[in-house]
Structures are given as structure tokens and as C-alpha cells.
Nanobody, 123 residues
């Protein structure tokens, strides 16, 4: 089965930066990051579809977060700049092996998930 392993989470002050990484056990062209804060639903953050060199972002992170994919390393990254307290959440990497890969960032389109990495932003 496909495996995903996230790393790079931590605690930072508002305005700081973090880079999350997710190693995938084989090449998948459609990968995404989601997050879930306590008491809230899981929400899509960003997705990348390498087949068409396409990316999409949640409105709340546009201009601050950047998703990228190193195909040689089978690793997807999420560079997070100008972090805000409301970015505090568990962040999950997800893979869509069926290639729905729509820009709507729907969790039910992704079949494989990592265990998550915690990001905490203090004010």
C-alpha cells in the first residue's frame, strides 16, 4: 500500500516560517496538504497536480503558502510563510491515486493519508 510520512512541524511565533515535507513511497502526480484544528473539520490547504503543472490553494493561505513536488525524491513540500495563530492545526499529506485532483481540495478525493505533523503558531 502507498505510504506517506510527514515531517517538519513545530512551534513558531506569528510571522514565522516552517517547511513541511511528505515522503511518498512511490510517484503519485496528485498530492495535497490538509489540516485539522481541534473541534474543526479537516480542510484543504493546497494541492499539486504534476500531470498539468497545476497548483491550487485555500483562500486563507494564498500568498503565504507554497506547495512543491520533488519528483526525484517523491517528496511534496509545503512552505509556510507569515504564519498566523489560525494556522495552528495538525497538517496531513494526502495522495489521490485515481487522479480526480480537482481544485476544490475535497478530502474524499484522496485515498491515502499520512499520520500528520503538528503546527503550532503563537501570537
Amino acid at each position: 500500500a502507498l505510504q506517506l510520512m510527514e515531517s517538519g512541524g513545530g512551534s513558531v511565533q506569528a510571522g514565522g516560517s516552517l517547511r513541511l515535507a511528505c515522503v511518498v513511497s512511490k510517484y503519485i502526480p496528485c498530492l495535497a496538504w490538509f489540516r485539522q484544528a481541534p473541534g474543526k473539520e479537516r480542510e484543504g490547504v493546497a494541492r499539486i497536480y504534476n500531470r498539468y503543472f497545476s497548483t491550487s490553494y485555500a483562500d486563507s493561505v494564498k500568498g503565504r503558502f507554497t506547495i512543491s513536488h520533488d519528483k526525484a525524491k517523491n517528496t511534496v513540500y509545503l512552505q509556510m510563510n507569515n504564519l498566523k495563530p489560525e494556522d495552528t492545526a495538525m497538517y496531513y499529506c494526502a495522495a489521490d491515486s485515481i487522479n480526480y485532483c480537482t481544485s476544490q481540495l475535497k478530502a474524499d478525493e484522496y485515498q491515502y493519508w499520512g499520520q500528520g505533523t503538528q503546527v503550532t503558531v503563537s501570537s
